[in-house]
């Protein structure tokens, strides 16, 4: 099962389609192994050497943490002066070149991921900042929600309310993409055209509603997250594995936080 999240999908990434059966390290059960979700060395040789489920949930607590922690500092140290925007956008770039090389790297190093959540927190506290001096309290209720909605869909997932059948996956799936076109269609058409672009990003009812459904799309993408988690463990992935699922469940978080910001500024406007 291939996750919509671009990190965690290459955990399972094409095991329907290639899977092979043999004996699992251990003897203790036959386990499904695909010929390239992992590289050579994904594999576990020994039980103690497995991804768990606790591994993934220590090291996501952990980064968010980092996050939490520097979007503070960033927060009450910088602030909005005039240096503020060479900060914002500087992590706003260091951040997408670091998502990027370490989502299609397939990177595990910790050092690099924390460092990847450090620069996210300077951005996120930097945004919050913005958004709390005009809408105050606005940043307790977007984390809230955040934390809502993810948990909700964990236990939804948990409880097989919602499965990631293939169905579900390529509704999502198009879905993700659809959303993503949209926001550089809008992207390019402010840049171009000047003004609102297509009204996705103004704070209309369009903007309202197009926020809706970016949260919407983002909530259902953490089930496909918790499948491909599910799916990693299940099959032997080695524990450095832990660190690069936990690294696309933030980035889905992050994501989730900002769209439920947007939404609530949106709201909250005169």
């Known amino acids: 099962m291939r996750s919509s999240n671009p990190v965690l999908g290459r955990l399972t990434d094409r095991s329907a389609q290639h899977a092979t059966f043999r004996p699992a390290p251990t003897g203790g059960y036959g386990g499904v192994v695909t010929d390239d979700a992992y590289p050579t060395s994904g594999y576990a040789t020994s039980a103690s050497d497995r991804m768990t489920l606790d591994d993934v949930v220590i090291r996501t607590i952990s980064m968010l943490a980092i996050v939490g922690l520097v979007g503070t500092a960033s927060w009450v140290i910088i602030g909005p002066s005039a240096i503020a925007p060479v900060f914002l956008f500087g992590a706003l770039g260091v951040g997408l070149v670091?998502?990027?090389?370490?989502?299609?790297?397939?990177v595990t190093n910790p050092a690099l991921i924390l460092t990847y959540a450090a620069v996210e927190g300077v951005f996120v506290g930097l945004i919050s900042g913005i958004f709390e001096e005009r809408f105050p309290g606005i940043v307790v209720q977007a984390i809230a929600g955040t934390f809502g909605v993810f948990f909700g869909m964990a236990a939804l997932y948990k409880?097989?309310?919602?499965?990631?059948t293939p169905t579900f996956v390529k509704w999502v799936i198009g879905a993700l993409i659809g959303v993503m076109a949209l926001m550089i269609v809008n992207f390019l058409a402010v840049v171009i055209g000047g003004g609102d672009g297509l009204g996705l990003r103004s704070g209309g009812p369009m903007a309202i509603v197009f926020s809706l459904v970016c949260?919407?799309?983002?909530?259902?993408?953490f089930v496909l997250d918790f499948k491909a988690v599910e799916d990693g463990v299940r099959y032997g992935a080695?524990?450095?594995?832990?660190?690069?699922?936990?690294?696309g469940i933030v980035v889905g978080l992050i994501w989730l936080y900002l769209e439920i910001l947007r939404l609530l500024g949106f709201l909250r406007s005169d």
């Open 98 to 106: 670091l998502g990027l090389v370490i989502s299609f790297a397939r």
């Open 159 to 164: 409880f097989k309310v919602i499965r990631a």
């Open 215 to 221: 949260i919407a799309v983002a909530a259902l993408t």
């Open 238 to 247: 080695d524990r450095k594995y832990a660190w690069y699922a936990a690294f």
